[in-house]
């Protein structure tokens, strides 16, 4: 979130304070957000996917590169 608020602030030339304290007092909402929206992604996930994931990442030659 920090970055875009930087971006904002050098291209509507917004005072840095207050960009800082706007971003600041929404750290709590975005957290909760955050929370709220991965809440149930590990139930919905297959543990031989991950595994099997995490086995294409340590290879030699990985099959394919996303």
């Not at 304290?21 to 992604?41: K, P």
Request: contains cysteine; glycine residues 4%; aromatic residues 4%.
């Amino acid at each position: 979130m920090t970055g875009s608020a930087i971006a904002a602030q050098r291209l509507l030339a917004l005072d840095p304070a207050e960009v800082t304290v706007v971003t600041f007092q929404l750290s709590e909402l975005c957290e909760q957000i955050a929370q709220e929206a991965t809440a149930g992604l590990a139930d919905l996930s297959d543990p031989l996917l991950d595994t099997l994931a995490q086995r294409h990442d340590e290879r030699v030659r990985p099959l394919f590169v996303s």
